[in-house]
């Protein structure tokens, strides 16, 4: 299994930016697919970021492509989701998610329910 624990969250003004940080424990050896996710009140969890534990690929969801970066740390186990540009809109929990895939190229996955290891959220609040 996989421990996850994002931090990083807060309150920013529109047009700031956040970095937030998950910090992964446990089998981190396995092939993964690393997520992004974020959820806001009445709405459904939504696919943000995502990136290859192994190979590093990523892909953004079209409403934070160009402002967002997804990156990752395998020397510390850490994903990163820097966040630019923040709009009102992005306000949100924002959680981290992983899921014991095969990387087989150029796919990835975006549904929350493909993913097996969640963090606790951290919230993010934009305002205006």
């Known amino acids: 299994q996989v421990q996850l624990a994002e931090f990083g969250g807060g309150l920013v003004q529109a047009g700031g930016s956040l970095r937030l940080s998950c910090a992964a424990s446990g089998r981190t050896s396995r092939s993964y697919a690393m997520g992004w996710f974020r959820q806001a009140p009445g709405k459904e969890r939504e696919f943000v970021a995502g990136?290859?534990?192994?190979?590093?690929?990523?892909y953004y969801a079209d409403s934070v492509k160009g402002r967002f970066i997804i990156s990752r740390d395998n020397a510390k186990n850490m994903v990163y989701l820097q966040m630019n540009s923040l709009k009102p809109e992005d306000t949100a929990v924002y959680f981290c998610?992983?899921?014991?895939?095969?990387?087989?190229?150029?796919?990835?996955?975006?549904?929350?329910?493909?993913?097996?290891?969640w963090g606790q959220g951290t919230q993010v609040t934009v305002s205006s």
């Open positions: 998610a992983a899921g014991e895939r095969t990387y087989y190229g150029g796919s990835f996955y975006y549904n929350p329910g493909e993913y097996e290891y």
């Open positions: 990136i290859w534990w192994s190979v590093g690929s990523t």
